[in-house]
């Protein structure tokens, strides 16, 4: 009888209906800006960012510790099987909920910060990791074993959805307040024109009571204590904190934005609370700021983002535009050719875009490069200086104090070496870099460092946004491009590819593609093998270096890239989904070479299209081209040519000459 009391009872399945997302199961998300000014809440949020750390730390290392065992017991998965091994160890969602749990209650000051359902959701992302890494994907590719992550990369703590089938119900992160409130609290006039201070003050709690809409026994209206739910004031993120915290409820509030044209998007989210689902708690490096850190409420609303009403407009257009189009993605340029569908003349001519950046582009770009190596080499001599025990002398210093001790002088020290650093006879550095002593400046500069790379990253997402509307408002939705590993270009040319960035574009595009009915098809190199063959349907070897097109059977000649683009519209597919199954559809594209045999050579010659950043909407500058690299001590002495350029030819004097089959001419984006 004792043994079935303190057997564990459990609730049952649930007899409700299941809650499903609405919209098909769609989601959005909008950063919401934490205004903490109050060094207590500061303090606060720093304790949970560590506690959070802890608890996921413990639980990945658990988790390794597990994967290992399962694996070496290869025996025994023969014999029992997979699943039973694994249910041994413990290795699935559950236990390693229970594991977080296990830590949180075994510590004595986590409960002080951190909830039980915070360390089951931090448990439920260290397991995602764990079951990539068992079950491999339809490929049969496996993720690698879960590692315990650094410190300065744990910058989100994931929260607990709300229920919206109970009402009032947000078990971790919840936020407070309506839209209207917080205007009203920010404006004078009650127009949408918020001006919210730099030092934004913390919402203070409800307070009093309010009516419950039942009646009591004697029959007076009830009434209730007021609580968080019934606050109607100013935007807030709150948290109540650990179980064993007596600290209350940490309030943190939001910043929404308030520039020009932003208002319609703050609406779309903010508007109806309903559409709230999960608020998740981020912090990002900012070293400008007191701690390092700046934090962010990345709250997930149900239903689709936020489309610009001129956006929308242009992708209904789009739509309407009955036209097929190929992509050749290049590393120095992207190339759009498109026809009418029906290649019928009376519906339209070809039309041709080349994306290259403009001369001012790449002198922006090659300014950032050289800051971004300055930076690179001050962050190198703040090292050396704190470690100059593992570091030699470089042949310069060596040849100084040799000429100091041959002169009798007294020995100078070297605050900076500048020679290698101290490794084995087999190259491995003698200590690890992670145990290095650095410095507070050197900290702050590399914070600095990448506070300015995810800027500019965030630039360049923007840029293939705005690139990829252009192309569908020009060749329509629907368009073929290459299937191509954009990890062996950055192999072969490195660097060079962040000043195109070609594989961000085609992501842009495809899914602007998406958003607009059509679609972005992908066609295996090996069936197709655009750059070899021609309009015609003849095949014109080219190798690499070869930029032009010419072709000795029909006489057409144009750009490689443009020629492959045109090329790419003809592509057809026994099954869209395997770019294997594409091939050349040659009747077709030579019957659109004799229809539009007047204009197809220009298209492929130049672009057709005009440019919206040129002030008289040319599309088109006539600049030198200027051969620049991001590594002057290496120019010269590059054996392997990018694309779009030949090797140098050099002169009797060994002066660089003019390269032939290269294009004088940009094209801006």
Known sequence: MGAAQTQRRFRGKNKAPKWKKPD??????????????????????????????????????DARARVDAYWAAFHEREHDGAKAVRQRLGLSREALEWCAYKHLEASGHLKHHASKALAMHMADEVWNGVQRHLFPDATGHRSGKPKTGRWHDFTRIPGRARSHTTERKWETFRLVGTLHGHTMAYTDDGRHTVQQPRRMPVPA???????????????????????????????????????????????????????????ARVEHFLWNPGRWHKVDLVRRRKASVPGGWVYEAHLMVLGPGYTAPAVRQMRQLAAALDR??????????????????????????????????????????????????GRARALERSRRATNTAQYGLSKRQTRRAEQRAAKGLTPKAVSVPGGARAARVDGVPKQAFRRDRLSVNYREHRARQAEHAASMAEHRRFRARQVARQIIAA??????????????????????????????????????????????????????????????????????????????????DGKRDMVSAALAAFVRFADVNDPKAAYLDTTASRHAQVIFSEGLEEALRE?????????????????????GTSAPRTAGRRDRATPDETRPVRDHAGAPGPRPGCNPQLTLW
């Open 205 to 263: 709690a409800p307070s009093g009571t309010v009516p419950t809409g039942k009646t009591t026994t004697s029959g007076k209206p009830g009434t209730r204590k007021a609580t968080w739910w019934d606050h109607t004031g100013p935007l807030a993120v709150v948290f109540a904190g650990g179980p064993d915290s007596g600290r209350g409820n940490l309030v943190l509030p939001v910043r929404i934005p308030q520039q020009p044209g932003q208002w």
């Open 607 to 627: 672009s057709t299209t005009p440019c919206q950043n040129t002030p008289r909407g040319a599309g088109r500058v006539a600049v030198p081209h200027q051969r």
């Open 24 to 61: 098909d199961g769609r989601v959005s998300v909008m950063v919401l800006p934490l205004a903490v000014t109050d060094p207590a809440d500061l303090a606060r949020l720093e304790k949970l960012f560590g506690s959070m750390w802890s608890v996921k730390r413990a639980v990945q290392r």
């Open 324 to 373: 097929i189009g190929g992509v050749d993605g290049n590393v120095s340029n992207v190339s759009v050719v498109s026809f009418p569908a029906s290649l019928d003349p009376a519906e339209g001519s070809p039309a041709s875009t080349e994306i290259t950046p403009s001369p001012e582009e790449r002198t922006l770009l090659e300014r950032e490069a050289k800051k971004r190596r």
């Open 475 to 556: 060749h329509g939705p629907v368009l073929v491009v290459e299937d191509c590993d954009i990890r062996t270009w950055y192999r072969l040319w490195g660097k060079r590819l962040s000043q195109t960035t070609p594989g961000l574009l085609i992501a842009a595009l495809e899914r602007e593609c998406t958003a607009a009915g059509g679609r972005l098809l992908r066609a295996s190199t090996w069936s197709t093998a655009l750059s070899q063959y021609c309009l015609c349907g003849e095949r014109v070897s080219k190798s690499l270096r070869d930029r032009e097109h010419k072709c000795t059977a029909c006489g057409l």
